[in-house]
């Protein structure tokens, strides 16, 4: 059904919202869901509500009526839906008022970082820092925010109605950025022809979308940028389903050390793959989202535009090999001695891995390509204990051609050290380093079949015997001859992987140095998007 407005000879205005219907966006849907859970929350607190303001819920439409002056009405609902608490903010949808201090805090922070980058969309009153503490016998956290004294979801009835008589408006209203992310003015002297509008109604609807949205922090070693963040938009497909998988405790009250994720999949993945509410996304069909990231682009440094957009799809192989990439994977918590405090470092290796599956490619896929420079291998190799853990999982999802190839270079690398090993004369340094080194090069100049061919034969011949390899060799050589790009990435994370009695570990890099307050983003002031 179409959303309808109609007004009865009493005066009683009625709203209804479906998800099906034709005009509703996944971010549409999202707010509809937001505006379920508020109301529903709104109903168990028992709030008295002003104008004759009712409302019907079901699994699939949202209908509310009043008889009362339309903006007082909304004004009263906004401002009861969008709060603070102790200058962060709250939203009713989610119950902040009894909601943990380290999730309030991370979906204050997440909102500023997305959709309320500009600081025209909220009044700040100063900064304020918190210490959480995230591991044992580890320093806190320190958390560093802007407190606010409002925003502009609570004043947002004002936009909704005619000024002069206080109705619904029945013109289309046009769309900031902060409403709809990536919906800006494209040229200010042509703003009416190029802005985005909406239906008062429809824009109502996106203006709940926070409640239902998640957010994460991105720390990303391949994407050389400043702190950004991760929207979650949630693909809807029954509003109490969902409803009940965004207040879920497990969700609802994650701390900070779930907070930080290295990249767009990264995000996406695990929202959709928490252990304990994953049973009801698979039960009512939410199996995908759209991760969305904002940032500054060279062309339109005045402005916050949308940057990146994954849509991510979990299938029960994507989340078990991104579960147990997360289990080997893990982030690290760093400890800053100087100011006896702490931070989060996430996984390097987790984002290759992450972003592979979140796009459907075999998760190893690309890594040659991207891991192209000496330090960045450096990189991947701090985590070889992990790597190594997750290649030899049993309960990795991957092909037995790919799983033996990986052995066979495996087996080669080790016999390769042998060799090493035996050349170098006593008391001097075995420079496995400089072996290693030289295998990824070789690797990196292999941009043709032709050049992998003779670099992975030459390299099992000087190995010598290889007992994997004389086992499958037909199965392997037609990998190498079929799919050599996949063969040449499963190559570089043998050797990334490889852990053997001769090959060092390396030391894990110091960045303790670094500051990771998070929520210092930079907030701009200019006059360049128009918010209201």
């Not at 034709?22 to 379920?36: K, S």
């Not at 962060?88 to 943990?100: E, H, Q, V």
């Not at 904002?294 to 916050?304: C, E, F, H, N």
């Amino acid at each position: 059904m179409q959303l309808t407005l109609a007004l009865e000879s009493k005066q009683r205005t009625h709203l209804h919202f479906d998800l099906a219907d034709p005009y509703m966006t996944l971010l549409h849907r999202a707010g509809l869901a937001g505006l379920y859970m508020t109301l529903k929350q709104l109903e168990k607190e028992q709030v008295q509500t002003i104008g004759g303001l009712s409302w019907e819920l079901t699994d699939r439409s949202v209908s509310l009526s009043w008889d009362g002056n339309d903006f007082e009405v909304l004004d009263w609902l906004f401002k009861e839906s969008f709060q603070l608490r102790d200058g962060l903010i709250a939203l009713r949808g989610l119950d902040a008022k009894t909601m943990d201090i380290q999730p309030l805090v991370m979906m204050h922070q997440g909102i500023l970082g997305t959709l309320l980058q500009h600081n025209k969309t909220h009044k700040a009153i100063g900064i304020q820092e918190r210490s959480f503490l995230v591991e044992e016998n580890k320093p806190e956290i320190l958390v560093k925010y802007k407190a606010l004294s409002g925003y502009v979801y609570q004043h947002f009835a004002k936009n909704l109605c005619n000024p002069k008589t206080g109705k619904l408006d029945t013109k289309p209203i046009s769309i900031a950025g902060w409403l709809n992310p990536g919906t800006v003015v494209k040229h200010q002297i042509f703003s009416s022809e190029t802005c985005f509008e909406e239906t008062a109604p429809s824009a109502m609807i996106l203006a709940y979308a926070p409640v239902a949205c998640y957010y994460f922090a991105l720390r990303s070693k391949l994407r050389e940028q400043r702190a950004q963040f991760a929207l979650i938009i949630p693909e809807v497909t029954n509003l109490s389903s969902y409803a009940q998988y965004r207040q879920e405790p497990q969700l609802r009250n994650l701390g900070f050390r779930n907070f930080y994720t290295s990249s767009l999949g990264d995000a996406g993945l695990r929202f959709l793959s928490i252990e304990t509410t994953a049973k009801i996304l698979r039960e009512n069909n939410i199996n995908s989202c759209q991760v969305i990231t904002l940032g500054t682009v060279p062309w339109a440094s005045q402005q916050k535009t949308r940057t990146e957009l994954y849509t991510v799809v979990a299938t029960q192989t994507i989340c078990n090999n991104y579960r147990i990439c997360r289990d080997f994977l893990s982030d690290r918590i760093v400890v800053k001695e100087k100011e006896n405090t702490s931070w989060i470092a996430p996984s390097f290796a987790r984002e290759i891995i992450a972003d592979n599956l979140a796009r459907g490619k075999p998760w190893f896929a690309g890594l040659s390509e991207k891991i192209n420079s000496s330090e960045l291998f450096k990189q991947l190799t701090y985590e070889r204990e992990g790597l190594h853990m997750m290649v030899k999982s049993p309960n990795l999802q991957w092909s037995d051609r790919e799983r033996l190839f990986v052995q066979s270079c495996h087996e080669a690398i080790r016999s390769t050290y042998a060799q090493l090993a035996e050349r170098t004369k006593e008391g001097e340094q075995i420079r496995f380093d400089k072996l290693n080194e030289k295998l990824r090069t070789g690797l990196g100049r292999c941009k043709s079949p032709s050049t992998f061919r003779e670099f992975i034969t030459d390299f099992w011949a000087r190995a010598g015997y290889v007992p994997t390899l004389k086992e499958h060799w037909d199965e392997l050589m037609d990998l190498v001859m079929t799919d050599w790009k996949s063969a040449r990435d499963l190559a570089l994370l043998a050797l990334a992987s490889y852990k053997g009695k001769g090959s060092e570990q390396e030391k894990q890099p110091d960045e303790s140095e670094q500051d990771d307050s998070l929520g210092m983003i930079d907030h701009y002031d200019d006059e360049a998007e128009e918010e209201d």
